[in-house]
């Protein structure tokens, strides 16, 4: 199937076990974030957080959260607050499940945020790269910059390896 089969929506909260399943299927065991953290993500941002859906079943998905150095959560993260005014939208969690690599899920998620992005008027897309993902983050216009203090202490929540990636958007 091909991505145009894909039907890119807002998640809900019913959503959520679908959202587990394609999490595990991603992700190492240390990334594996609790449904609460994603829960609260979800209630905090449910205009900015998709899934991208083939027939019934969850092929990916995408939370994205208004952000600012302030307000950037660390990992697996429960009690993360929505700013008053972000300037970012962060990429918190994007996953695509094995089974559906190939399809165009990740840049459909990423045409959804980008869009979003542009209509809230923030000034970039912002993310943690992990698991060896700066290539792939880079490829899709994202640039490794240096992190604030505040951000470098959440950072370090993600493991030796995980980079702070932005996209200037204005």
Known sequence: ??????????????DLPAVMAVQAACYEAGFHEPQAAFANKLAEASDSCWGAWQGDALRGYLFCLPADADHLPALHASSWRRPADAAWLYLHDMAVHPDARGLGVAGRL?????????????EALVLVAVQGSVPYWTRHGFATV?????????????????????????
């Open 1 to 14: 199937m091909s991505a145009h089969f894909l039907h890119i929506r807002l998640l809900t909260e019913a």
């Open 110 to 122: 990423l045409e959804a945020a980008r869009t979003r992005a542009h209509a809230v008027g923030v």
């Open 146 to 170: 240096a992190p604030s203090p505040p951000i470098a202490a959440k950072l370090r929540t993600f493991g030796d390896d995980a980079h702070f990636m932005q996209q200037a958007l204005r």
